[in-house]
């Protein structure tokens, strides 16, 4: 075994592909398990509103003046660290202020001509405070944050790969080892079920789960790996069926070993090449399948960030001069997809897997 690990690192190693792919799913799993530690805007979902910002340039500068939330409760580290800060500061742009005894003086942040003028008075123990705040990929048409909501929505895609797949397999697996050990009535019941399954377009079979489950973030994880564990039960059953008259399997059956300790401990860990692959192939089609729920606006519901959201909540602006709004989700999109598709071209090479 550990020659067999020793000689697929070599192998993978020496693929200049595979490792750039594989460099990229690592730091796209790092953003979005650090996302509210990385992103500008550590709120609940980085969705503070700042109208009268909205649809700034990358690299857009104000002003912003922070009073505390008087309505701050306490928040551990692990539920902020998770979920983000549910009780953020108040935040308002302004364009410019002055201090004059104990009161801040300062003007609100307006496009137009007819400026506001306010004052507030300054509490030595929760005083305001005015800071520069640089939106570096400027702002979408509510005035949130851009880059905070990209780096946030990375955690929708990311995860329900790992779900959507984990849920594939364990349903693909169960059933597509059931189906090819045991055969005869089992194997055609199993097998018409697929079959069905299958001739069901996935993305209307997806929306007919997610109708029927409602809209939400845990029913698309739910409804996308019911729809996938049906690739992942054919190989499997056509893996097993190849290996179950192997000699060895035959002397497990001699010795007495119950079936399911032959399909667990004998026959599945020599078949999980293939499953390795296709595995990664359904997490990008996961992705992909996420992605066009949400444009749909049955996916993750506001003001959950998501890639596919993002896209469909700003694909008018591809005509009105601010496509990079669109354009950037859209790309790290496509990068995602391409290095999982990439990452499992490359698995199938190294373990010399059939297709």
């Known amino acids: 075994m550990l020659g067999l690990s020793i000689s697929f690192f070599k192998k993978f190693k020496n693929n200049l592909t595979g490792i750039i792919s594989f460099c990229f799913i ?87 001509f007819n400026s506001e003028k306010q004052a507030i008075e300054i509490s030595l123990k929760n005083s ?40 594939s397999l364990i349903l693909g697996i169960f059933f597509g080892s059931l189906a090819g050990y045991f055969g005869g009535k089992l194997d055609s019941i199993i097998m018409w079920i697929i079959n069905v399954t299958w001739s069901i377009p996935t993305l209307l079979l997806v929306i007919a789960i997610t109708l029927a489950l409602g809209k939400g973030f845990w029913q698309v994880f739910i409804a996308v790996g019911m729809t996938m564990w049906v690739e992942v039960a054919r190989v499997v059953r056509g893996e097993v069926i190849n290996i179950k008259g192997q000699q060895y399997i035959t002397a497990a059956r001699a010795l007495g070993f119950t079936d399911f300790r032959i399909i667990f401990r004998h026959i599945l860990p020599n078949i999980m090449a293939p499953v390795i692959v296709i595995s990664a192939a359904n997490f990008a089609g996961a992705i992909l399948i996420e992605s066009g729920l949400s444009f749909l ?59």
Request: proline residues 5%; contains cysteine.
């Open 128 to 167: 305001p405070y005015v800071v520069k705040k640089t939106y570096l990929m400027g702002t979408d048409k509510f005035g949130r944050d851009f880059l905070s909501r990209i780096i946030v929505g990375s955690r929708i895609s990311f995860c329900i790969g790992f779900i959507a797949v984990t849920i």
């Open 297 to 355: 606006g049955i996916g993750a519901q506001p003001p959950i960030s998501s890639w596919g959201a993002m896209i469909k909540a700003h694909y008018n602006d591809i005509i009105l001069g601010k496509a990079y709004l669109a354009i950037i989700p859209g790309m790290c999109i496509m990068m995602l997809v391409m290095s999982f598709m990439l990452i499992g071209n490359n698995l199938r090479d190294i373990l010399d897997v059939k297709t």
């Open 26 to 112: 690592v730091f796209i799993a790092l953003t979005s398990t650090f996302a509210y530690i990385i992103a500008p805007d550590s709120s609940q979902y980085a969705n503070q509103m700042h109208l009268s910002i909205h649809s700034k340039p990358p690299g857009f500068e104000t002003l912003m003046l922070v009073e505390p939330n008087q309505y701050k409760k306490r928040q551990s580290f692990f539920n902020r660290f998770f979920f983000g800060d549910k009780y953020p500061d108040n935040e308002t742009p302004i364009s410019s202020y002055q201090i004059k005894g104990n009161k801040i003086f300062y003007e609100i942040y307006n496009n137009s």
